[in-house]
């Protein structure tokens, strides 16, 4: 029978927590990749938006959007125009909301206007409804009588 010393259990103790440091690194390195990768991608994902949105609301030709997208993007075409069309339809939406805020409605009410007209909806289904972003008070009035 040996006897066990200080020094070995040390010695144990130590390689143990190499052990554990190395599968916490192991673990954590995995998971701060991933946190870095989705930081990454999210941060790709706002310029994009960002860069539809900004080129939308300066008026620039669809087709001039759709070949900026895609050159500095490398988004193809049909994604583009996807992104495009949802870009309109957020835009005329967000216009109507600071419309309302505008004129004073809270947040509260702003919702219920929303909700209560199914705003979204047939601002999402109505290109007519798009072109009125510039035009808030109408696309208001639009919105209420339209079914």
Do not use: C
Request: glycine fraction near 4%.
């Amino acid at each position: 029978m040996s006897v066990i010393r200080s020094d070995d259990v040390k010695e144990y103790l130590a390689a143990g927590g190499k052990f554990v440091a190395d599968l916490a690194l192991e673990i954590y390195g995995d998971s701060i990749n991933q946190a870095g990768e989705a930081a990454f991608s999210n941060a790709i994902e706002i310029g994009i938006t960002n860069t539809i949105a900004a080129l939308y609301d300066a008026d620039v030709d669809d087709d001039e959007i759709i070949r900026v997208l895609n050159k500095y993007w490398g988004i193809n075409r049909d994604e583009a125009e996807s992104r495009l069309v949802f870009e309109k339809v957020q835009a005329a939406i967000r216009e109507l909301e600071r419309y309302l805020k505008m004129q004073g409605f809270s947040a509260i009410k702003i919702n219920q206007f929303m909700k209560s007209n199914n705003a979204r909806i047939k601002i999402r289904h109505s290109n007519e409804l798009w072109k009125l972003r510039r035009k808030p008070e109408k696309l208001m009035k639009e919105v209420q009588d339209s079914k």
